[in-house]
T-cell receptor, first 111, second 117 residues
Framework: AQTVTQSQPEMSVQEAETVTLSCTYD???????LFWYKQPPSRQMILVIR??????QNATENRFSVNFQKAAKSFSLKISDSQLGDTAMYFC????????FGQGTRLTINP | GAVVSQHPSRVICKSGTSVKIECRSL??????MFWYRQFPKKSLMLMAT?????????EQGVEKDKFLINHASLTLSTLTVTSAHPEDSSFYIC?????????????FGSGTQLSVL
């Protein structure tokens, strides 16, 4: 069975700081994707970043980057120069056709 | 870009009534759509996979007769919560992949908050 675990229910940092959200997963699939989604109070799911499992190079999207450790089945998200607008729930997800989500991390960026 | 429209965004109903939630892919065809349920401050749990032209595939523990799914066309999937009860109150979200073969581009609806009185 596929599982995704986020061990940090809540995190809080000051604006402009760097924060890392942790995620581990388990799957028997060979071809899959890993995602980080942001869910602001509007509850709209917003894709932050995506990693293809067969690619060793870590994905980056502007201030967002991941540390993908396939052997360890770890997929952490680093947010650099955090902004107030980054405050949201963050979900790690894994899948190929359908997604399994982690429990989420509530991130608060303080001014 | 591709958009998935979900309607209604919020619905309040009396216990025992049925509620229909629509999920539309606006500028692409979606032969598959996914329905998730999210309890307050919890994660998204996959309920079922909606397949155009065939029966939906339900996840373990999801009542097929309670949550009816119809994928009527290549752009529309509906979730009907039948004989709703307060415990069915939740946030329901649909998603549709842009590409059938690889789930690279996945688009989410804006969700439906169902409150059953």
């Amino acid at each position: 069975a596929q599982t995704v675990t986020q061990s940090q229910p809540e995190m809080s940092v000051q604006e402009a700081e760097t924060v890392t959200l942790s995620c581990t997963y388990d799957t028997s699939e060979n071809n899959y994707y890993l995602f980080w989604y942001k869910q602001p109070p509007s509850r709209q799911m917003i894709l932050v970043i995506r990693q293809e499992a067969y690619k060793q190079q870590n994905a980056t999207e502007n201030r967002f980057s991941v540390n993908f450790q396939k052997a360890a089945k770890s997929f952490s998200l680093k947010i650099s120069d955090s902004q107030l607008g980054d405050t949201a729930m963050y979900f790690c997800a894994q899948g190929a056709q359908k997604l399994v989500f982690g429990q989420g991390t509530r991130l608060t960026i303080n001014p | 870009g591709a958009v998935v429209s979900q309607h209604p965004s919020r619905v309040i109903c009396k216990s025992g009534t049925s509620v229909k939630i629509e999920c539309r892919s606006l500028d692409f065809q979606a032969t598959t759509m996914f329905w998730y349920r999210q309890f307050p401050k919890k994660s998204l749990m996959l309920m079922a996979t909606s397949n155009e032209g065939s029966k939906a595939t339900y996840e373990q523990g999801v009542e097929k007769d309670k949550f009816l799914i119809n994928h009527a066309s290549l752009t529309l999937s509906t979730l009907t919560v039948t004989s709703a009860h307060p415990e069915d109150s939740s946030f329901y979200i649909c998603s549709a992949p842009l590409d059938r073969k690889i789930n690279e581009k996945l688009f989410f609806g804006s969700g439906t908050q169902l409150s059953v009185l």
